[in-house]
């Protein structure tokens, strides 16, 4: 377990009555105080509330054995607040200035921008004007996804948070990079000396990451038709997974050397042309499907406020190359998409097979090995191998040697959220991604996007319910790999 500094802090969380504080934050911040963080909430928004109807909205998000509760709500409250006008920051100042004192924060604060990517620069130029991030104590400003919509208006945002803060007080946020398993994808590769020694391209035949969700778009519809799978998910988080996978191995596990690291295999990825875009790439969106139960699922054209004419996409799939001496010529595969038949987010590290060999009857049926890092729902490992078969010393079969994490181990092991507020408590940015990794993570995308600009590439349709359009085999199989099934560990 991580342990947190326990510096007591004032978190200023604006968008508190938006989806992500009600399904996530509320909840992260009361492990945190069951472990003894002390702080004091000021939640944010336009719309009206008492200290006490804010409680309850709290209150509901809380799971039901959550036993400290009283304690717990009344360390929260409410101004209502609207980001686009100034005035309304003034009278915040005062408000934060007195709970500073009744706490004892020592002007310790978190600004958490939990808000539209639009308003993200406006909050923090009205923080800084209304003096409230400048107290004695430290600041920090955790800032969430999406950061801009393309390399352009990413380093304008950058520019604009520049001149409140500086780049080692903003915190932007990517969830993935709290999970567990993903934190351990760095042991698993540099405390173990067998996998140091095979993790290239002389052993590794092809990677594959699938981050597959059965859910359509819900209520963020408004934000998704905009942003599409591609700026929701690959920007973001299935980039981080790739260059925790890809990296060389950092001079020490400290923030900086890596993030360095991780920038390395970002400026090494190919970028996308409109030569190579349609072999590279795919998109999809779901049309009508059925669950496993045969329920109906809709279309994402059917779905609340998406027009009928959208062509968004709700799946991506492709093949990134990284230029330099331990990965040329290994692809790696990437897949994520909403409304898929499993939630899954797992990486499969595929082995090269042998080479030709006489000593087994079944030589044709040897699969490769496969290393497996299950990182949601399940957490664990599983390596796959190839043993004799019982009896029968010219046969093999496979077999896994597994490990997961039990239900009680991931009960009581912070969550990703709580986690990451407990790093930035701690003042520890190394789960948070550094602007150079968001600017370079941008030039893949906009190579991306600006490929299928010039060159028109129609969206795949895929049944809800299904793991994504045809051409998504198709991509792999024109290298002779295909797409490992989503694994589940019994
Ligand atoms: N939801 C999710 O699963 C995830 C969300 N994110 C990111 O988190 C952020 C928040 O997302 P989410 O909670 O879904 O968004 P919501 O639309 O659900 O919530 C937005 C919040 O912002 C407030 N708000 C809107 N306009 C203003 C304004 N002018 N001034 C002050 N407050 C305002 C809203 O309250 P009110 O209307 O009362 O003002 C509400 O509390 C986004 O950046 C999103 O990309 C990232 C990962 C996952
Ligand atoms: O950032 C986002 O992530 C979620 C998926 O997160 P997970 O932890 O449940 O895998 C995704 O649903 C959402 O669209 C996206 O904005």
């Given at each position: 377990m991580i342990e947190t500094s326990?510096?007591?802090?004032?978190?200023?969380?604006?968008?508190?009555?938006?989806?992500?504080?009600?399904?996530?934050?509320?909840?992260?911040?009361?492990?945190?105080?069951?472990?003894?963080?002390?702080?004091?909430?000021?939640?944010?928004?336009?719309?009206?509330?008492?200290?006490?109807?804010?409680?309850?909205?709290?209150?509901?998000?809380?799971?039901?054995?959550?036993?400290?509760?009283?304690h717990f709500l009344a360390r929260f409250y409410y101004k209502r607040l609207d980001i686009t006008r100034p005035e309304s920051f003034a009278t915040l100042k005062k408000f934060s200035d007195e709970l500073d004192t009744r706490y004892q924060l020592h002007g310790n604060r978190i600004f958490y921008l939990s808000l539209a990517p639009c308003y993200f620069a406006e909050a923090a130029k009205n923080l800084k004007k209304a003096g409230i991030?400048?107290?004695?104590?430290?600041?920090?400003?955790?800032?969430?996804?999406?950061?801009?919509?393309?390399?352009?208006?990413?380093?304008?945002?950058?520019?604009?948070?520049?001149?409140?803060?500086?780049e080692d007080e903003i915190y932007r946020i990517d969830h993935y990079l709290g999970k567990e398993m993903v934190q351990n994808i760095e042991v698993l590769r540099f405390a173990n000396p067998i996998f140091e020694a095979i993790w290239n391209r002389r052993y590794i035949s092809n990677v594959q990451i699938t981050l597959s969700e059965t859910l359509g778009v819900g209520d963020r519809a408004n934000y998704y038709d905009q942003t599409g799978a591609l700026l929701d998910m690959v920007q973001n988080h299935i980039m981080q997974l790739l260059t925790l996978v890809a990296m060389e191995p950092p001079t020490r596990l400290e923030t900086n050397d890596v993030r360095y690291e991780k920038v390395k295999v970002l400026k090494a990825i190919r970028p996308m042309n409109i030569n190579n875009i349609v072999e590279q790439i795919v998109r999809g969106q779901y049309a009508r499907g059925i669950t496993p139960e045969r329920e109906k699922l809709p279309a994402y054209i059917d779905e609340n406020n998406i027009s009928s004419d959208s062509e968004t996409e709700t799946f991506v799939a492709a093949r990134f190359l990284i230029d330099n001496y331990r990965w040329q010529g290994v692809p790696f595969y990437i897949r994520t998409g909403k409304r898929m038949a499993k939630k899954s987010t797992q990486i499969v590290i595929q082995f090269k097979k042998l080479p030709k060999n006489p000593y087994f009857h079944n030589i044709n049926h040897v699969g490769p090995n496969l290393l497996v890092i299950y990182i949601s729902p399940d957490e664990g490992l599983s390596l796959k191998l190839n043993v004799k078969e019982n009896g029968?010393?010219?046969?093999?079969?496979?077999?896994?040697?597994?490990?997961?994490?039990?239900?009680?181990?991931?009960?009581?092991?912070?969550?990703a959220y709580e986690r990451l507020m407990a790093d930035?408590?701690?003042?520890?940015?190394?789960?948070?991604?550094?602007?150079?990794?968001?600017?370079?993570?941008?030039?893949?995308?906009?190579?991306?996007?600006?490929?299928?600009?010039?060159?028109?590439?129609?969206?795949?349709?895929?049944?809800?319910?299904s793991m994504g359009p045809n051409s998504a085999d198709e991509l792999l199989e024109k290298n002779g790999h295909h797409w490992w099934p989503i694994m589940q560990m019994e």
């Open positions: 326990k510096e007591p802090v004032l978190i200023f969380l604006f968008g508190a009555t938006g989806d992500l504080a009600r399904r996530k934050l509320y909840s992260a911040l009361y492990r945190l105080y069951t472990r003894d963080q002390e702080f004091a909430v000021i939640g944010l928004a336009r719309r009206a509330h008492t200290d006490e109807s804010f409680r309850d909205l709290i209150n509901d998000s809380l799971p039901s054995e959550a036993g400290q509760r009283k991030s400048a107290t004695p104590g430290w600041k920090r400003l955790i800032i969430e996804k999406p950061f801009g919509h393309n390399l352009e208006s990413s380093k304008e945002l950058n520019e604009s948070l520049l001149h409140a803060f500086k029968n010393a010219g046969n093999t079969v496979p077999i896994s040697l597994k490990f997961r994490n039990s239900e009680l181990a991931m009960e009581n092991m912070q969550d930035c408590i701690n003042g520890d940015s190394t789960n948070f991604t550094r602007w150079d990794e968001v600017a370079y993570s941008w030039e893949i995308v906009d190579s991306i996007v600006d490929s299928w600009k010039k060159r028109r590439v129609p969206v795949d349709y895929y049944e809800a319910g």
